[in-house]
């Protein structure tokens, strides 16, 4: 081990005991400072912080990113160490930033997140073009997403300062460790992942250089985990490499779409974040549905938002806080002006998980969602991918064993007192939150399906309860069940398949 690798050890030690962490910084800065913050507005925080103590010195040197008196804080020799920070001037300032991880089910700390420091709007700084991002939004909702199956070994593609590397390697999620390889292909951005690791003590992370899959080329994994940069943005040379890839249009998202499969074991997972345009004449379902095709992978691919195209504009410059400076209207014109040409008319933003099977038919599914859900999805992102699969594979005439899903509800629309109701609702309370309206076979189904009894007889003694022709009953049903199978409101016991 290298001196910068223990100094890096003996600095996480020093967080941890500080209770430098999500819960122990939110505890300090409340809600109103912790808010403002969010906004990047630093003052109450630093109000909040003022005491001294060694969480609160290291809030500010850290994640505030304000220098602290040298003499402030015990161990400051380790961060000096570790490359975290400098001393000059009886001062401590900070050289990067050190950002406490949260587990994904709500179960404690996930380790550090070693990134730039980053640039504040009025700071008058420019981001670098090979900037590494710390934690953000797309980085918490690709870890939430991503599945908490076993695996042996994992890929996270782009790690970029090896937050999703650290989320799969957290073992509230995942006890069995598994192996893990990380590629970037910005260099600053593998030398701060692993900082990141060794700040978090997770040992043993393979870092390769390269982009999209070329590092791995030939190998296969359990898992694939990416938050690409899948930033649409103008050809004008000026790129930022942790959100633009350098490809016309949303091309990286496709490429790594159909090459996953070749790069996946049997049953194997690739799961990511995307951008994809939508454009006119052309529906963004059959465009994005069309990289999951080619791809040979079960998929489901989910719309969670659009912005149009001056908003998706907006958006990344603020990211990259040219907001205010001289050349923030040539850039704007510029990137209204390629989407033009290409007859953009929004972006969309989502999740894609693929599942490799081998199967000749794959079910593919693409759905825009943009209510919320329970999360994290990855703690049954399986099971939708198998409804999907089971959706596919169903039918009526066989010994089929169904069983109403955990969470699912009946509601009954109608006027008061009316003997029977308008309509009838399905609604899950938890997962994916999804409502159906349904026949009145399929909400006696649901009273009934327990996996125990197989649907052919049900459908059977339904239909003589309400007086329908059997036949009809079940024609009905091998038409709607499918769908309501895929939407997760049944499921078919395994071993009936």
């Not at 008196?69 to 001062?91: I, N, Q």
């Not at 912005?307 to 510029?334: I, N």
Request: some cysteine; hydrophobic content about 45%; aromatic content about 6%.
């Amino acid at each position: 081990m290298s001196e910068r690798e223990q100094a890096l050890k003996r600095a996480g030690d020093l967080l941890t005991g500080a209770d430098y962490t999500v819960a122990g910084v939110r505890a300090l800065l409340g809600p109103v400072a912790g808010g403002a913050l969010a906004r990047d507005e630093i003052v109450p925080a630093l109000r909040a912080t003022g005491g001294g103590s060694p969480l609160e010195t290291l809030t500010r040197l850290l994640w505030i990113q304000e220098p602290v008196p040298a003499g402030a804080l015990a161990g400051a020799a380790d961060l000096v160490a570790a490359g975290l920070a400098a001393e000059s001037g009886g001062e401590l300032r900070p050289l990067l930033r050190v950002e406490p991880l949260e587990s994904v089910t709500g179960a404690g700390h996930a380790g550090y997140a070693v990134s730039d420091l980053k640039v504040r709007p009025g700071s008058g700084e420019r981001v670098r073009p090979d900037h590494v991002v710390g934690v953000g939004g797309a980085s918490g909702s690709l870890a939430r997403l991503v599945v908490h199956s076993p695996v042996d070994n994992v890929l996270d593609l782009g790690t970029g300062c090896g937050v999703q590397a650290l989320h799969v390697a957290d073992p509230a999620v995942r006890p069995r460790p598994a192996a893990l390889t990380a590629t970037d292909v910005n260099p600053r951005a593998l030398r701060l992942a692993g900082m990141s690791f060794a700040l978090s003590g997770l040992d043993g992370v393979e870092l390769l250089e390269g982009s999209l899959l070329e590092p791995v080329r030939g190998r296969r994994f359990d898992l694939i985990v990416s938050n690409p940069p899948f930033v649409v943005a103008p050809g004008d040379g000026e790129r930022y490499v942790y959100r633009e890839s350098g490809m016309a249009g949303d091309e990286f998202c496709r490429r790594l779409v159909v090459g996953a499969q070749e790069m996946l074991t049997e049953q194997g997972y690739c799961q990511l974040l995307a951008n994809w345009l939508h454009v006119d004449g052309v529906p963004w379902e059959e465009r994005v549905g069309a990289w999951a095709s080619e791809s040979g992978c079960e998929a489901w691919i989910v719309q969670r938002d659009v912005q149009d195209p001056a908003e998706y504009a907006e958006l990344w410059l603020r990211d990259s806080v040219e907001t205010g400076t001289p050349e923030y209207r040539r850039r704007y014109a510029r990137w209204l002006a390629d989407f033009e040409r290409q007859g953009v008319t929004g972006v969309g933003f989502g999740w894609i998980t693929l599942r490799r099977t081998g199967v000749a038919d794959p079910a593919v599914r693409v759905e825009e969602l943009r209510h919320p859900v329970e999360q994290p999805v990855g703690a049954y992102v399986d099971r939708v991918v198998d409804g999907l699969a089971a959706a596919q594979e169903f039918s009526t005439s066989c010994a089929q064993l169904l069983r109403t899903a955990a969470g699912v509800v009946q509601e009954q629309i109608g006027a008061p007192g009316a003997e029977d109701p308008e309509r009838i609702l399905l609604r899950q309370t938890g997962r994916l939150g999804r409502a159906a309206g349904v026949h009145s076979v399929e909400a006696a189904l649901a009273g009934v399906c327990d996996g125990t009894i197989p649907l052919e007889p049900l459908v059977g003694a339904i239909a003589q309860l309400m007086g329908l022709d059997a036949a009809e009953v079940r024609a009905h049903a091998a038409a709607v069940l499918p769908e309501l199978v895929a939407d997760g409101f049944f499921e078919v016991v395994p071993d009936a398949l």
